[in-house]
């Protein structure tokens, strides 16, 4: 509200038009949030199964935080047109502070440390989306996306196994690293002066309600079958990051398995520019038709090998094709947005996280009442498998370049 009296060309001077945010400065915020994501990632849900002693009620709190964090996303864009992006922005990152703190805290703080850092990625990711959508063309979202993930991979895939060896040492230490990394992340993102993204005219009419655009969203089914793309993918990951240190501890293999496994399966992010290379050989359909199926095959016999060695190793080989969902499953969506809905739907499209932390946890609570964890496995294989049927009605030629559609055509 504040900012109305600022003049334009203050708020928006022509120098920072000129310097124009590149894919390069999403993809340094990205990776620095993944040395705090990335760090936690393996941390939480042994934390939170310590202090609440069952997986039942893990889920069960997995899945409030998840109602939370679904109503804040929704909210966003309505809280946006009085608090400018920067400052959401940098909400969402003091939300990693609050949560490394409440989480090096211990005992039942980690359930507030989990909401805090939750409530801190839907706010990043929404707000970093826009910026994307913004100044990143259509074309080149692909390339954009692959960079983000190459930046993240070293934290991806040393963070995990990296924050269980630390928990091991001192139940606080990586939390107070995540705490350290979110200074980073808020003192790189005002360096890197992204302000409030584009100029956008100012609006005519009163403001809709903040609700409204889930309408828009409704009536175009690119973007409904693009959101449930990315739900589902993301449920695979639940399946895997969750559920699958807790099915190692309870079968007696190596506690920190988990962890080291999340690790490797994250070092995939490496080879993000190779597995690039393959989909624009090929097309966006073929890709995620291809991680679906994989995917899904691997949940499925996890599910019912007997023995819990091969099962997951079964899970392990699926994670690899999440990987590849994590480069072309967000695509569709992406492709689909009208750039006069930039942030409207770049926070219908980070509700696939808020959604997927609901129904993993909530039906996977369950399915725990009747059965083991593997059926939590079955239950992500038979979705992921949906998916691959789904994404058949993709466009054969979608990411492909008019010029490369005409060539291959011939």
Not at 133 to 153: H, I, P, Q
């Amino acid at each position: 509200m504040f900012e109305r009296s600022i003049p334009e060309w203050l708020r928006h001077p022509p120098e920072a038009a000129a310097r124009k945010p590149g894919a390069k400065a999403f993809a340094t915020l990205s990776g620095i949030e993944a040395m705090i994501r990335g760090t936690l990632l393996s941390v939480f849900p042994l934390a939170m199964y310590q202090a609440l002693g069952d997986a039942g009620a893990v889920s069960r709190v997995y899945f409030v935080i998840g109602l939370a964090s679904l109503t804040l996303g929704l909210l966003l864009p309505w809280v946006n047109r009085a608090v400018p992006r920067r400052w959401l922005y940098t909400f969402g990152a003091m939300m990693y502070l609050v949560g490394g703190t409440l989480g090096a805290m211990g005992g039942m703080m980690i359930v507030a440390a989990l909401a805090a850092c939750t409530l801190a990625t839907v706010t990043c990711f929404i707000c970093l989306n826009a910026y994307v959508l913004d100044y990143v063309a259509k074309n080149d979202l692909g390339k954009t996306e692959t960079l983000r993930m190459f930046y993240s991979a070293l934290s991806w895939s040393a963070g995990p196994v990296t924050g269980v060896a630390l928990m091991k040492l001192w139940a606080p230490l990586p939390f107070i690293l995540a705490a350290s990394f979110a200074l980073v992340q808020i003192a790189v993102f005002w360096w890197l002066r992204l302000g409030n993204g584009k100029l956008i005219q100012k609006a005519k009419g009163a403001a809709p309600n903040p609700l409204a655009f889930l309408g828009r969203f409704f009536a175009q089914p690119r973007l409904i079958a693009g959101w449930l793309f990315a739900v589902i993918r993301s449920c695979g990951w639940w399946g895997y990051i969750v559920y699958l240190p807790i099915y190692a501890i309870e079968h007696g293999l190596w506690e920190e398995l988990g962890g080291v496994l999340v690790s490797v399966t994250n070092a995939f992010l490496f080879i993000t520019p190779l597995m690039l290379r393959w989909v624009q050989r090929r097309t966006v359909r073929v890709a995620v038709r291809t991680g679906f199926f994989c995917a899904s095959f691997g949940f499925l016999v996890a599910a019912v090998l007997p023995v819990a060695e091969l099962a997951v190793a079964s899970l392990f080989l699926a994670s690899a094709f999440l990987v590849l969902l994590d480069i072309a499953g967000g695509l569709p969506f992406l492709m689909a947005v009208k750039p006069s809905e930039r942030t409207e739907m770049a926070a219908v499209y980070s509700s696939f996280r808020d959604v997927s932390g609901i129904m993993t946890p909530g039906i996977g609570a369950l399915i725990l009442l009747v059965a083991p964890i593997q059926g939590i496995f079955g239950a992500v294989g038979l979705a992921l498998g949906a998916m691959f049927v789904l994404s058949g009605r993709l466009h054969p030629m979608l990411g492909v370049t008019p010029a490369e559609r005409g060539r291959r055509a011939v």
